[in-house]
């Protein structure tokens, strides 16, 4: 059996951009273990840990195997045919197949297959020292790392993420001698920049973390983020406060430190009279510190700092942060005091010399557009029609305030702030904030029928503006972001359960537009529908086909009626039904009925009555359902009829001579199948 060794390799760099440390060091890990294992070499998958500062990205991979396995290595060249002339002299193409194998002509051997004979090459390989391969595995890594920019150093000679200072590969206590990007690797790490500058000897890849540890560097950058948000959780309790812990910001802060020191900072209480979100996004985007709410959810004038040492005078450090920071928060007071002169309404006009798209005019004309169509909504839901005009006419005022020009992700939050200063009603300025909604994949949708109106008024007037002009997704290119657009449209009409249709919501918003926007309502229709596999049906896809072949273009409904079949599917009568639907439907399909009204003095046989009165009872009671869209209890309705349509398949022969009979039990067939399909086409299923 081959002996086994841990292989450690570290890149030491200059600092990385934080943002991609995890990214890069799941990349170098997952392609190291792709060559491993194309070559040959195993390794003990599970136990494979990665490792990630801003000064070093580094995979240790236990259980390596020290000799590659003996392989076997197998050749086709070109047909018999080709490879000899009649006199059974080579061709330079069998010469130039042996060439390339190592071996005289004489060694290869013919392979028959049912396509004809093959000259073939096979030899059994001793594997290799692993130490042997290892360099160039790990080059061929790094040379496929996910990097947009490489930069270049010293004579230009090499381009990597930042410049590289050092390399470590060990298999094992052994050092794997290579050369990556002119530096020979050893057995050198190097902890804290500050606290432990000197060089240190890896004595075992088992032993990296603690010796780095020990060096002030906690190197696993999950262990570092989780160990700075339980040290940020205590310091905020401590203060009777809670730290608002976004994930993005923890992230970046973990990639900017390695030996993580949380620390206590306070600022001015007279900055709380400025919006907190104001106040919150400084401290995030600027200065990459934690604030802290109380007990009710106000901010509290305090802050916490993630510092990269341990200062001897940490309240130094604490008071040149304080410093920043009120420098920092006086800006967005300054912002929010000048941004106050101005009403928002009296911003709209401005908006005329902003370009929305160069196609689809200025914002103004969005604005413009998104209040007469968020007005069709509004008076389908009930929502009140003039403040929802209002609000649309005001809804991208915030876009040229100085506030959401320096922090962008509050637009909508400001706009209902100034709303609110300038005395607009209430419901309109929440609305300014609400129809945002849902930001992101978690995020809530609106459900405020103002809010709603105006969300899907801006997303409906995007989509059938975009795809009207040509600029469709293509492939993973979606550049104007239209796919999540239609996401947003489906949550909003799904789980807020609003009952509108997507062909008359795109006819209209068309309607608003001049003759050059294309009218793309089908591919508008069927790219939103599609979406609704993955978020409502579980990818289902004959789930999903039962209902699409039915037409529907109203997403709630689209979804009730899903949530139906998949609730029948559970029946135990299901499958029997399903494969009645599905003979009825191969019947009709080569046996057309003709429409007519079914003949009682045609019923000749006692199944054949059967079938007709229980068709004609279920009409009646799932009519009154299928009006309140209680599509469960109607598919739960018709599963009874499985007995009357056995019967009918069993006794009676549908395709008889007499023309007249023939039809009529077509028709019945069709009643049969309309039922159905008046929820779905249960015989996709």
């Known amino acids: 059996m081959s002996k086994v060794e841990d292989f450690l390799v570290e890149i030491g760099i200059e600092e990385l951009p934080p943002q991609q440390i995890e990214t890069l060091v799941a990349a170098f890990s997952q392609y190291l273990q792709s060559y491993l294992i194309a070559e040959g070499i195993a390794f003990n998958v599970d136990g494979v840990k990665i490792f990630g500062s801003p000064r070093r990205i580094a995979v240790l991979i236990p259980a390596v195997t020290t000799q590659q396995q003996e392989r076997l290595i197998e050749k086709r060249g070109p047909a018999i045919t080709a490879a000899y002339a009649a006199d059974g002299t080579p061709s330079k193409a069998a010469l130039g197949f042996a060439e390339s194998c190592g071996v005289a002509i004489k060694s290869l051997t013919e392979l028959k297959t049912d396509k004809g004979s093959w000259l073939y090459f096979s030899q059994q390989v001793a594997g290799q020292k692993t130490i042997d391969l290892l360099p160039s595995l790990v080059q061929k890594a790094l040379a496929e790392l996910p990097i947009k920019k490489p930069m270049r150093w010293g004579n230009g000679e090499f381009a990597f993420i930042r410049p590289v200072h050092w390399i470590l590969m060990l298999l094992g206590k052994e050092i794997v001698k290579a050369n990556i990007f002119g530096i020979d690797a050893n057995n050198v790490s190097y902890g804290h920049r500050i606290h432990a500058p000197q060089a240190i000897k890896i004595s075992s890849p088992s032993s990296y973390a603690k010796q780095l540890a020990a060096a002030n560097v906690i190197a696993d950058f999950s262990q570092r983020r989780a160990y700075i948000e339980q040290q940020i959780n205590l310091l905020a309790t401590q203060q009777q406060g809670q730290a608002v812990m976004v994930p993005e910001l923890l992230n970046m802060v973990t990639g900017l430190v390695e030996h993580p020191v949380m620390l206590l900072a306070t600022f001015d209480a007279a900055f709380l009279r400025v919006p907190k979100e104001c106040l919150i996004s400084a401290m995030q985007d600027h200065q990459k510190c934690f604030a802290l709410l109380d007990k009710n959810g106000q901010l509290m004038p305090k802050f916490i700092l993630v510092s990269n040492l341990d200062s001897t005078d940490p309240k130094t450090v604490i008071r040149g942060n304080e410093l920043v920071m009120h420098a920092r ?81 509050l637009q909508g939050t400001m706009g209902k702030y100034y709303a609110q200063h300038d005395g607009e009603n209430k419901v309109i300025a929440e609305a300014l904030e609400g129809y945002y909604k849902p930001r992101f994949a978690t995020d809530a949708v609106p459900d405020q029928l103002i809010d709603i109106a105006l969300a899907l008024a801006d997303r409906i007037d995007t989509l059938v503006g975009f795809f009207g002009i040509g600029l469709v997704p293509t492939g993973e290119k979606d550049p104007y972001a239209l796919r999540r657009q239609a996401i947003a449209i489906l949550r909003i009409l799904v789980d807020g359960q609003i009952n509108l249709d997507l062909t008359k919501l795109f006819v209209e918003a068309l309607n608003n537009y001049n003759s050059n926007i294309q009218d793309k309502n089908v591919e508008l229709v069927n790219f939103c529908l599609e979406r609704l596999k993955p978020l409502y049906c579980n990818n289902n896809t004959e789930l999903f086909a039962s209902i699409a072949t039915l037409n529907i273009t109203n997403p709630y409904d689209f979804v009730e009626r899903c949530r139906a079949v998949e609730d029948f599917k559970s029946l135990p009568t299901a499958p029997n039904l399903a494969a009645a639907n599905k003979r009825v439907q191969n019947l009709l399909q080569k046996n057309p009925a003709n429409g007519a009204n079914i003949n009682k003095q045609l019923i000749l046989e006692p199944a054949e009555q059967e079938l007709l009165e229980a068709l004609q009872s279920k009409q009646q009671e799932i009519t009154p359902l299928l009006t309140n869209s209680n599509y469960i209890e109607v598919l739960q309705s018709l599963a009874s009829l499985q007995q009357p349509i056995d019967n009918f398949f069993t006794n009676v022969m549908v395709m008889v001579d007499d023309e007249k009979v023939r039809n009529n039990r077509l028709n019945l067939l069709q009643h049969l199948r309309n039922l159905f399909l008046q929820v779905a086409d249960i015989s996709l299923l």
């Open 329 to 409: 928060l006086a800006d967005a007071a300054f912002y929010y005091d000048k941004d106050q002169q101005n009403t928002l309404e009296s911003r709209v006009e401005q908006l005329k010399t902003v370009v929305y798209q160069k196609k689809l005019g200025s914002l103004y004309d969005k604005i413009i557009r998104i209040q007469k169509l968020a007005a069709f909504i509004a008076e389908k839901i009930n929502a009140d029609v003039k403040l929802t005009e209002r609000a649309a006419y005001l809804c991208k005022a915030d876009l040229l305030t100085n506030m959401v020009y320096e922090f962008p992700e």
